[in-house]
């Protein structure tokens, strides 16, 4: 079945350090894909999306690609601040069907000193 | 503009207790619905979704239940809660063919 794996957590920056979280997907037809943010204490907010192959989805100074040929959306930012702590998930919604199912991974905590 | 509520966003209740969280949206008509669980150490689980009034899909076995007796308002359930419920519950609604769901602010259910 489709599926989401992003890479284990906890990641533990510097503030101005480079960010990047793996996410690779597994799924039939042609997935949109997403990264949500979780700040802690709060619900899950889109920080960015992607809906076709070769988009780039970016906010906030974070950026994903979307990459049929190696099946990634890895999500990228050049320098992180301390706000950028939180809980980062990887999803996808199956192309087709109604209901719009959102498949997640795991998630990857952040984590930004300063 | 749609806003999704979600309450109460803290609960403790004791094992055999029952449950009952709610989650509503304004702004919008015949949304999909969805309730998902994060337990710790773990990610993110969908429990159930809906498309519409009365009509309840189920993901995953549990000992929860879920109900829509109103478009915009959905509940979910227990009559006997377990330990192994325990977790961040997280409602979430998105409109057809946009391709993206909104969350509420999530419900953190301790069972004591």
């Known amino acids: 079945g489709d599926s989401v794996t992003q890479m284990e957590g906890p990641v533990t920056l510097s503030e101005e350090a480079c960010l990047t979280i793996?996410?690779?997907?597994?799924?039939?037809?042609?997935?949109?894909l997403f990264w949500y943010v979780q700040y802690p204490g709060e619900g899950l907010q889109l920080l960015l999306k992607?809906?076709?192959?070769?988009d780039k989805g970016s906010n906030k100074g974070f950026e994903a690609t979307y990459r049929k040929e190696t099946t990634s959306f890895h999500l990228e930012k050049g320098s992180v601040q301390v706000s950028d702590s939180a809980v980062y998930f990887c999803?996808?919604?199956?192309?087709?069907?109604?209901?719009?199912?959102?498949?997640f991974g795991k998630g990857t905590k952040l984590s930004v000193k300063p | 503009s749609q806003t999704i509520h979600q309450w109460p966003a803290t609960l403790v209740q004791p094992v055999g207790s029952p449950l009952s969280l709610e989650c509503t949206v304004e702004?919008?008509?015949?949304?999909?619905l969805y309730w998902y669980r994060q337990a710790a150490g773990r990610g993110l689980q969908l429990l159930f979704y809906?498309?519409?009034?009365?009509?309840i899909s189920s993901e995953v076995p549990q000992n929860l239940s879920a109900s829509r007796p109103q478009d915009r308002q959905f509940i979910l359930s227990s009559k006997k809660l377990l330990l192994s419920d325990s977790g961040f519950y997280l409602c979430?609604?998105?409109?057809?063919?946009?391709?993206?769901?909104?969350f509420g602010q999530g419900t953190r259910l301790t069972v004591v």
């Open positions: 979430a609604w998105k409109q057809g063919a946009i391709t993206e769901a909104f």
């Open positions: 793996n996410c690779t997907y597994t799924a039939t037809g042609y997935p949109s």
């Open positions: 992607a809906t076709k192959a070769d």
């Open positions: 999803a996808l919604r199956r192309s087709g069907g109604s209901q719009g199912n959102l498949i």
């Open positions: 702004g919008t008509s015949n949304p999909n």
């Open positions: 809906s498309v519409g009034i009365g009509q």
